[in-house]
Protein backbone atom coordinates (compact mmCIF):
# COMPACT_ATOMS: atom_id res chain seq x y z
CA UNK A 1 0.00 0.00 0.00
CA UNK A 2 0.92 3.87 -0.55
CA UNK A 3 1.79 5.52 2.65
CA UNK A 4 0.34 9.26 3.12
CA UNK A 5 2.63 11.40 5.74
CA UNK A 6 1.43 14.33 6.38
CA UNK A 7 2.74 16.70 8.20
CA UNK A 8 2.56 18.86 10.94
CA UNK A 9 0.24 16.54 12.79
CA UNK A 10 -1.60 19.50 14.35
CA UNK A 11 -0.43 23.18 14.58
CA UNK A 12 -2.23 26.33 16.00
CA UNK A 13 -3.53 29.51 13.94
CA UNK A 14 -4.77 32.98 14.59
CA UNK A 15 -7.82 33.99 11.79
CA UNK A 16 -6.11 35.13 9.09
CA UNK A 17 -2.75 33.44 9.01
CA UNK A 18 -1.16 31.64 5.97
CA UNK A 19 -1.42 28.07 7.01
CA UNK A 20 0.15 25.29 4.66
CA UNK A 21 0.19 21.18 5.24
CA UNK A 22 2.36 18.81 2.91
CA UNK A 23 1.65 15.35 2.32
CA UNK A 24 3.73 13.06 1.50
CA UNK A 25 3.26 9.48 -0.61
CA UNK A 26 5.97 6.52 -0.13
CA UNK A 27 5.84 6.60 -3.92
CA UNK A 28 4.94 8.67 -7.17
CA UNK A 29 1.36 9.33 -7.49
CA UNK A 30 1.18 11.38 -10.27
CA UNK A 31 -1.54 13.88 -9.70
CA UNK A 32 -4.35 11.61 -7.78
CA UNK A 33 -4.17 13.52 -4.77
CA UNK A 34 -7.38 14.65 -3.02
CA UNK A 35 -7.98 16.94 0.36
CA UNK A 36 -10.63 16.32 2.66
CA UNK A 37 -11.60 18.96 5.86
CA UNK A 38 -13.36 17.25 8.30
CA UNK A 39 -14.80 19.46 11.57
CA UNK A 40 -15.82 17.77 14.94
CA UNK A 41 -18.18 14.67 14.73
CA UNK A 42 -18.96 15.44 10.66
CA UNK A 43 -18.34 13.39 7.58
CA UNK A 44 -15.26 14.66 5.50
CA UNK A 45 -15.86 17.16 2.87
CA UNK A 46 -14.03 17.12 -0.52
CA UNK A 47 -11.98 20.60 -0.87
CA UNK A 48 -9.20 19.87 -3.76
CA UNK A 49 -9.21 16.86 -5.99
CA UNK A 50 -6.65 15.59 -8.44
CA UNK A 51 -4.07 18.07 -6.90
CA UNK A 52 -5.69 21.36 -7.30
CA UNK A 53 -9.10 21.53 -8.56
CA UNK A 54 -11.23 23.00 -5.99
CA UNK A 55 -14.80 21.22 -5.64
CA UNK A 56 -17.81 22.98 -6.26
CA UNK A 57 -18.13 25.53 -3.39
CA UNK A 58 -15.22 25.56 -1.97
CA UNK A 59 -13.87 29.05 -0.79
CA UNK A 60 -10.83 30.51 -2.98
CA UNK A 61 -8.72 30.78 -0.08
CA UNK A 62 -7.93 26.96 -0.58
CA UNK A 63 -5.58 25.37 -2.90
CA UNK A 64 -3.52 22.84 -3.79
CA UNK A 65 0.00 22.06 -5.17
CA UNK A 66 2.44 19.72 -5.94
CA UNK A 67 3.86 16.75 -8.42
CA UNK A 68 4.56 13.36 -7.89
CA UNK A 69 5.77 11.98 -4.63
CA UNK A 70 5.13 16.20 -2.72
CA UNK A 71 2.15 17.96 -2.19
CA UNK A 72 0.95 20.97 -0.42
CA UNK A 73 -2.57 22.21 0.73
CA UNK A 74 -2.50 26.16 1.39
CA UNK A 75 -5.51 28.36 3.19
CA UNK A 76 -4.91 31.99 2.66
CA UNK A 77 -6.25 34.25 5.39
CA UNK A 78 -7.26 30.99 7.83
CA UNK A 79 -10.96 32.12 9.12
CA UNK A 80 -12.86 30.58 11.83
CA UNK A 81 -14.81 27.62 10.18
CA UNK A 82 -11.40 26.93 9.31
CA UNK A 83 -10.31 25.54 12.39
CA UNK A 84 -10.72 21.44 11.48
CA UNK A 85 -8.76 18.32 10.71
CA UNK A 86 -6.98 18.09 7.13
CA UNK A 87 -6.90 14.79 5.04
CA UNK A 88 -5.26 13.64 1.86
CA UNK A 89 -5.95 11.13 0.11
CA UNK A 90 -4.22 9.23 -3.33
CA UNK A 91 -6.37 7.27 -5.78
CA UNK A 92 -3.66 6.29 -8.18
CA UNK A 93 -3.54 2.73 -6.87
CA UNK A 94 -5.73 0.50 -4.51
CA UNK A 95 -6.44 0.46 -2.30
CA UNK A 96 -6.60 4.28 -1.72
CA UNK A 97 -5.26 5.38 1.19
CA UNK A 98 -5.18 8.83 2.94
CA UNK A 99 -3.05 10.43 5.61
CA UNK A 100 -3.26 9.92 9.35
CA UNK A 101 -4.72 13.89 9.43
CA UNK A 102 -3.69 17.64 10.45
CA UNK A 103 -5.80 19.77 12.89
CA UNK A 104 -5.74 23.01 12.56
CA UNK A 105 -6.56 24.31 15.56
CA UNK A 106 -6.85 28.50 17.29
CA UNK B 1 -30.03 17.26 -4.39
CA UNK B 2 -28.49 13.92 -3.98
CA UNK B 3 -27.88 12.69 -0.30
CA UNK B 4 -26.40 9.34 1.22
CA UNK B 5 -27.76 7.96 4.43
CA UNK B 6 -26.24 5.40 6.38
CA UNK B 7 -28.22 2.69 8.12
CA UNK B 8 -28.12 -0.67 10.29
CA UNK B 9 -26.76 -1.94 13.91
CA UNK B 10 -24.68 -0.12 16.16
CA UNK B 11 -23.57 -3.01 18.21
CA UNK B 12 -22.17 -6.31 16.55
CA UNK B 13 -21.20 -9.11 18.55
CA UNK B 14 -17.36 -10.44 17.53
CA UNK B 15 -17.31 -13.20 15.49
CA UNK B 16 -20.45 -11.80 13.72
CA UNK B 17 -21.07 -10.14 11.07
CA UNK B 18 -21.40 -6.24 10.10
CA UNK B 19 -24.18 -5.35 7.88
CA UNK B 20 -24.85 -1.66 6.50
CA UNK B 21 -27.45 -0.09 4.09
CA UNK B 22 -26.59 3.36 1.98
CA UNK B 23 -29.70 4.64 0.85
CA UNK B 24 -29.21 7.36 -1.98
CA UNK B 25 -31.90 9.85 -2.44
CA UNK B 26 -32.20 12.55 -4.81
CA UNK B 27 -30.58 10.78 -7.67
CA UNK B 28 -30.06 7.03 -8.84
CA UNK B 29 -27.34 4.49 -8.32
CA UNK B 30 -27.66 3.97 -11.52
CA UNK B 31 -26.20 6.41 -12.59
CA UNK B 32 -22.40 6.34 -14.12
CA UNK B 33 -20.73 6.06 -10.58
CA UNK B 34 -19.22 4.61 -8.24
CA UNK B 35 -20.21 4.18 -4.80
CA UNK B 36 -17.72 3.07 -1.84
CA UNK B 37 -17.20 2.68 1.81
CA UNK B 38 -14.88 3.89 4.50
CA UNK B 39 -14.80 3.81 7.70
CA UNK B 40 -12.38 5.68 10.17
CA UNK B 41 -11.30 4.82 13.94
CA UNK B 42 -9.07 6.97 15.82
CA UNK B 43 -6.60 3.76 15.78
CA UNK B 44 -6.53 3.61 12.05
CA UNK B 45 -7.67 7.06 10.71
CA UNK B 46 -9.60 6.99 7.37
CA UNK B 47 -9.41 3.35 6.09
CA UNK B 48 -11.16 2.86 2.16
CA UNK B 49 -13.03 -0.35 2.15
CA UNK B 50 -14.31 -1.24 -1.45
CA UNK B 51 -16.83 0.67 -3.85
CA UNK B 52 -19.09 -0.75 -6.25
CA UNK B 53 -19.58 0.46 -9.87
CA UNK B 54 -23.26 1.30 -11.31
CA UNK B 55 -22.45 -2.47 -13.51
CA UNK B 56 -21.78 -3.55 -10.12
CA UNK B 57 -18.28 -4.28 -10.66
CA UNK B 58 -16.73 -4.44 -7.39
CA UNK B 59 -12.97 -3.81 -5.85
CA UNK B 60 -11.59 -4.61 -2.10
CA UNK B 61 -9.45 -3.31 -0.26
CA UNK B 62 -6.53 -6.53 0.10
CA UNK B 63 -6.71 -6.02 3.53
CA UNK B 64 -10.01 -7.45 4.11
CA UNK B 65 -11.06 -8.89 0.88
CA UNK B 66 -11.51 -12.06 2.55
CA UNK B 67 -14.18 -10.71 4.85
CA UNK B 68 -16.24 -8.20 3.10
CA UNK B 69 -18.62 -8.23 0.06
CA UNK B 70 -20.22 -5.12 -0.91
CA UNK B 71 -24.05 -5.11 -3.17
CA UNK B 72 -25.86 -3.00 -5.38
CA UNK B 73 -29.54 -2.99 -4.55
CA UNK B 74 -30.73 -0.74 -7.60
CA UNK B 75 -34.49 -1.17 -7.33
CA UNK B 76 -34.51 -0.29 -3.35
CA UNK B 77 -31.79 2.70 -4.59
CA UNK B 78 -29.52 1.17 -1.96
CA UNK B 79 -25.98 -0.59 -1.79
CA UNK B 80 -24.70 -2.28 1.61
CA UNK B 81 -21.70 -3.82 2.96
CA UNK B 82 -21.35 -6.97 4.68
CA UNK B 83 -18.17 -7.66 6.81
CA UNK B 84 -18.20 -11.05 7.99
CA UNK B 85 -16.02 -12.38 11.22
CA UNK B 86 -15.37 -8.96 13.32
CA UNK B 87 -12.92 -8.04 16.00
CA UNK B 88 -12.91 -4.91 18.09
CA UNK B 89 -10.71 -3.73 15.37
CA UNK B 90 -13.74 -3.23 13.51
CA UNK B 91 -15.13 -0.65 15.53
CA UNK B 92 -15.01 2.59 13.91
CA UNK B 93 -17.37 5.32 11.97
CA UNK B 94 -18.66 3.88 8.87
CA UNK B 95 -19.18 6.08 5.79
CA UNK B 96 -20.79 5.38 2.07
CA UNK B 97 -19.60 8.20 0.18
CA UNK B 98 -19.87 8.75 -4.00
CA UNK B 99 -16.88 9.06 -6.29
CA UNK B 100 -16.53 11.87 -8.46
CA UNK B 101 -16.71 11.81 -12.35
CA UNK B 102 -13.81 13.81 -12.96
CA UNK B 103 -11.01 12.40 -10.57
CA UNK B 104 -11.37 9.18 -8.67
CA UNK B 105 -11.64 11.68 -5.23
CA UNK B 106 -14.89 10.83 -2.64
CA UNK B 107 -17.56 14.32 -3.72
CA UNK B 108 -20.16 13.61 -1.47
CA UNK B 109 -20.57 11.62 1.57
CA UNK B 110 -22.82 10.00 4.29
CA UNK B 111 -23.44 11.38 7.99
CA UNK B 112 -21.56 8.13 9.03
CA UNK B 113 -22.52 5.37 11.79
CA UNK B 114 -20.94 4.54 14.81
CA UNK B 115 -20.24 0.75 14.84
CA UNK B 116 -19.31 -1.11 18.21
CA UNK B 117 -17.67 -4.89 18.18
CA UNK B 118 -18.72 -6.42 21.12
CA UNK B 119 -16.96 -9.46 22.77
Known amino acids: DIQMTQSPSSLSASVGDRVTITCRPS??????LNWYQQTSGKAPKLLIF???ILHIGVPSRFSGTGTGSDFALTIDSLQPEDFATYFC?????????FGQGTRVEI | QVQLQESGPGLVKASGTLSLTCAVS?????????WTWVRQSPGTGLEWIGE???????NYNPSLRSRVTILADKSNNRFSLNLNSVTAADTAVYYC????????????WGQGTLVTVAS
Open chain 2, 97 to 108: ARVGTIATSLDL
Open chain 2, 26 to 34: GGSLSSSRW
Open chain 2, 52 to 58: ISQSETT
Open chain 1, 27 to 32: QGISSS
Open chain 1, 50 to 52: ATS
Open chain 1, 89 to 97: QQTYMTPQT
